[in-house]
T-cell receptor, first 114, second 111 residues
């Protein structure tokens, strides 16, 4: 089955530690995205990537970093510079940015910083 | 720039009631329009979509019609169930920009 996997589903970290969230897709999509969702809120775009080895900042990139070394993988690192990292993180992919195409989502990772 | 505006929630209805969630958009060009649904603790799932004016998207009893003259894509269902309780997001995508989501509307269905 094609789809997007995110791991782990729940993640706990101590304040001041960096943490990396995994996102893998086997849909052969060029574009991948990371969103943050806070309780009762909509989606906010953190970073997106249109092609391997290239990515762009979204609306709330400060305190986050990404890499895109392989087409199927787009990990997100939440650094200690992110002031309020506790949130639900969603990864998504689509055929490409500007394709007017459907975006497919993973199940999400809930990060709690203690 | 492109934008999506959807009605604020929460929306609370009794089972078997008629549902409408309003969505209007602003876009340059000819966008595709989407409704996504998010069940508690999960990612978003595509519910339905329409790619051109007057198209009707439908799935699981939900429908939405792409109205270019009113720049709207309202979500409707004739008889809601408790299992429809979720957050619903309207979205648009154009050929020159990434997808834009509305803020979401939380729906509660009472038995």
């Amino acid at each position: 089955d094609g789809g997007i996997t995110q791991s782990p589903k729940y993640l706990f970290r101590k304040e001041g530690q960096n943490v990396t969230l995994s996102c893998e897709q086997n849909l052969n999509h060029d574009a991948m995205y990371w969103y943050r969702q806070d309780p009762g809120q909509g989606l906010r775009l953190i970073y997106y990537s249109q092609i391997v080895n290239d990515f762009q900042k979204g609306d709330i990139a400060e305190g986050y970093s990404v890499s895109r070394e392989k087409k199927e993988s787009f990990p997100l690192t939440v650094t200690s510079a992110q002031k309020n990292p506790t949130a639900f993180y969603l990864c998504a992919s689509s055929a490409g940015v500007g394709y007017a195409d459907t975006q497919y989502f993973g199940p999400g990772t809930r990060l709690t910083v203690l | 720039g492109n934008s999506v505006t959807q009605m604020e929630g929460p929306v609370t209805l009794s089972e078997e009631a008629f549902l409408t969630i309003n969505c209007t958009y602003t876009a340059t060009g000819y966008p595709s329009l989407f409704w996504y649904v998010q069940y508690p603790g999960e990612g978003l799932q595509l519910l339905l979509k329409a790619t051109k004016a007057d198209d009707k998207g439908s799935n699981k009893g939900f429908e939405a019609t792409y109205r270019k003259e009113t720049t709207s894509f309202h979500l409707e269902k004739g008889s809601v169930q408790v299992s429809d309780s979720a957050v619903y997001f309207c979205a648009l995508s154009t050929r020159d920009d990434k997808i834009i989501f509305g803020k979401g509307t939380r729906l509660h269905i009472l038995p």
